[in-house]
């Protein structure tokens, strides 16, 4: 479903010049859940924000439900934004005085959905992430765990085929934490319209529970396992596997 072939993305010039990605190979499948995981600094955040079209790499192909970039400009792949990539972050990103279902029908009338079915829309998304009895609550209304609901809401109600989560229990309890690891499970495996999620985390125990594991390291990515990640394998004359 989502194609990452030789990606490359360098920063600064010259004896400032710091090449972040150095040939990332990847895939995700329909209805997978990806951790990535890596030193911070590692590239994690701007392999994201290539892949969700927020960036242009300097070498290398993304393919994502058919549609080749990876080297355009964010202003060349709009609609990679629009019909394709929900975001999802450490902080919510909702407006205070609106309410839940006007934050998640908002950002589909930004991208042109007229306001009747931006609702509509949102109702259905709220309701599959179990907040179809707080859909009128503002945020201030509403505990961690369900604000970030609702930001997970606005990404899935345009029917995008994957979602980058960027340290998506990052400001969320143990409890919250693991209803929204939960949660991206339900919606990976959904048998009528499965998703795929890419996830960067610092947190060994979302990142186990994840179908897979990559590891980000001097530019490029390889598959791991949660002790081969933290360095465990050295210590103790484990085998990776």
């Known amino acids: 479903m989502l194609d990452v072939k030789g990606l490359t993305k360098t920063f600064g010039s010259g004896s400032n010049k710091l090449q972040v990605l150095k ?10 859940m990806v951790a990535l995981m890596g030193p911070s600094g590692s590239g994690k955040s701007t392999l994201l924000n290539i892949i969700g079209g927020l960036l242009a790499g300097d070498g290398g192909e993304i393919v994502l ?51 009747r079915e931006a609702v509509a829309a949102a109702t259905v998304a709220l309701t599959k992430v179990g907040l179809e009895d707080r859909m009128n609550h503002i945020p201030d209304q509403l ?71 990559l590891l980000l390291n001097d530019g490029k990515t390889e598959a791991s396992d949660i002790r081969s990640a933290w360095g465990l394998d050295s210590e103790d004359g484990g085998e990776e596997e």
């Open 23 to 32: 040939g990332v190979d990847m895939s995700i499948e329909t209805g997978e």
């Open 65 to 115: 439900g058919g549609k080749s970039y990876g080297q355009k400009s964010p202003s060349n792949v709009v609609d990679v934004r629009r019909d394709s990539v929900g975001w999802i972050f450490q902080d919510f990103h909702l407006l205070d005085n609106l309410t839940a279902v006007d934050n998640v029908a908002i950002a589909l009338e930004l991208s042109g959905v007229p306001s």
């Open 143 to 213: 505990s961690g765990g369900q604000q970030q609901r609702v930001a997970i809401a606005r990404a899935i109600a345009g029917n995008r085929p994957i979602l980058l989560a960027d340290e998506p229990t990052g400001n969320l309890d143990i409890a919250s934490g693991k209803e929204v690891l939960q949660l991206f499970k339900d919606l990976c495996h959904d048998e009528e319209n499965p998703i795929s999620i890419l996830m960067v985390t610092h947190d060994p125990d979302l990142a186990s529970n994840a179908d897979r594991m």
